[in-house]
């Protein structure tokens, strides 16, 4: 099979849409309702220019290039359309995985960092600050910085740095300079308010990089375009695959929502494909340990963007929890809300123990150990009344390589593979 890649180059409609189209962000930032820039006037320049030259940087024939060449040669891209055959026989249905867990660094985070690396040096910036909760996209923000020698600051609440040590360590490795957040709960939310502290103090030389299709316009949209590699590919590949490039659904786990954007985005407007977003339930919807947004959210707003956030009545955010690091989010980003509230897409839940059941599933069944975050989609697999005429493309977001730890405690008997321990 081959994939139309021009030399170093991809297909420029990986970052354009030919018209916009009926589901992208308009001209004001908005997702419908949803989206805008809520932000302190002290910020207001570095989003402005960000605003300003996004879309003419991306769109440029040198940016287009170098992103491309760097997808292909450094992140491994395209990742493979792999049929899952024995996954498909046990649901009775034609079921692709988007290999994304093959990515240099193991996860899609890297298609969103490589491009605004790339973007920032094209601003003029010479330092990059990141926040980081789980420490994946600290990693690949990190991974970047090494690759363009750039400086690299990550601020990462201190209870964080000790429950993901091997992240710091890499961080370090890669010459990253890991600050701890001390505030309040020293988990994300203080991170991020550092990371902005930090912007707002060093506005000329410094570009922040968000790691999902979250915080304010314009970075919802810039994150969605270039996660939408993964849904430009998988059509080439589903074209050459089976001669139609329109899967029947789409399926991918909703933290912020990066790799469920980029795995929705060059479908959105073909309405014959449905497309799945499934949240964390963590412990059950309804057992106060979750993180399903969109199931439990009520308009507010949160990092910059106007959203669907998990709050109090009186609108204090709700600590969101999950089993996976990478879904534990209490907001999602506002392209979800959207297409939430307009039905376009549907929101499914998976608790932790349909998420551990899936990720046991995968490896028994195909030999892949997914990502607990991506686990969550391949559980929404049994609710979704397949047929075997349906065509089924599961994003993989990320290797399982991280939560191995969380694996092993849940490890099935040897003489009883389909079952897990029960999970509390
Ligand atoms: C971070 C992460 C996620 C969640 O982030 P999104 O922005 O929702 O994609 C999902 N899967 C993996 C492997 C991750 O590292």
């Not at 590949?237 to 929705?264: K, R």
């Not at 039905?343 to 551990?356: K, V, W």
Request: with cysteine.
């Amino acid at each position: 099979m081959s994939i139309e890649y021009r030399v170093g180059g991809i297909a420029p409609s990986v970052l354009r849409l030919a018209r916009p189209g009926q589901y992208q962000v308009n001209e004001k930032g908005y997702y419908g309702e949803f989206g805008g820039a809520f932000i302190p006037e002290m910020l207001y320049r570095n989003v402005a220019e960000l605003r300003e030259k996004y879309l003419d940087i991306m769109n440029s024939a040198d940016f287009q290039e170098e992103f491309g060449r760097l997808l292909r040669d450094y992140v491994g891209r395209p990742s493979p359309l792999y049929f899952a055959r024995r996954l498909s026989e046990k649901y009775q249905t034609r079921i692709y995985l988007k290999r994304e867990d093959l990515n240099h660094t193991g996860a899609h985070k890297i298609n969103n960092t490589i491009g605004q690396i790339l973007l920032a040096k094209r601003l003029g910036k010479k330092r990059i600050i990141a926040e980081t909760g789980a420490g994946q996209h600290g990693v690949a923000t990190a991974t970047v910085c090494a690759l363009m020698g750039m400086e690299c600051v990550v601020y990462m609440g201190e209870v964080d740095m000790q429950r993901q040590a091997p992240n710091v360590a890499r961080m370090r490795m890669l010459g990253a300079k890991v600050v701890p957040a001390m505030s309040g709960s020293r988990t994300l939310k203080d991170a991020t308010n550092e990371a902005i502290r930090d912007w707002v103090n060093h506005p000329e030389d410094t570009h922040y990089i968000i790691g999902s299709v979250v915080g304010p316009h314009p970075y919802p949209d810039m994150v969605a375009r270039f996660q939408s590699v993964i849904s430009a590919e998988i059509k080439q590949q589903l074209q050459a695959e089976t001669g139609s490039e329109l899967p029947t659904h789409v399926v991918a786990c909703v933290g912020g929502g990066s790799n469920a954007a980029g795995s929705f985005y060059h479908f959105l407007d073909h309405v014959s494909v449905q497309l799945i977003g499934v949240e964390a339930a963590g412990k059950g919807l309804t057992s106060g340990y979750t993180a399903a947004t969109i199931a439990l959210g009520r308009p507010g707003v949160i990092h910059g963007s106007k959203t669907l956030l998990m709050q109090t009545e009186d609108g204090q955010i709700i600590e969101p929890h999950s089993i996976s690091a990478g879904l534990d989010y209490p907001g999602v980003g506002p392209i979800h809300a959207y297409l939430h509230a307009t039905g376009r897409a549907i929101y499914l839940s998976a608790t932790d123990q349909e998420a551990l059941d899936a990720a046991f599933e995968l490896t028994r069944l195909e030999g892949i150990i997914p990502a607990l975050e991506s686990a969550h989609a391949l559980a929404k697999l049994k609710d979704l009344q397949l047929k075997p005429e349906h065509v089924v493309v599961v994003c993989l977001s990320g290797r399982g390589d991280k939560d191995m730890e969380t694996y092993l405690r849940f490890l099935p008997a040897d003489d009883n593979p389909t079952t897990t321990e029960p999970y509390s």
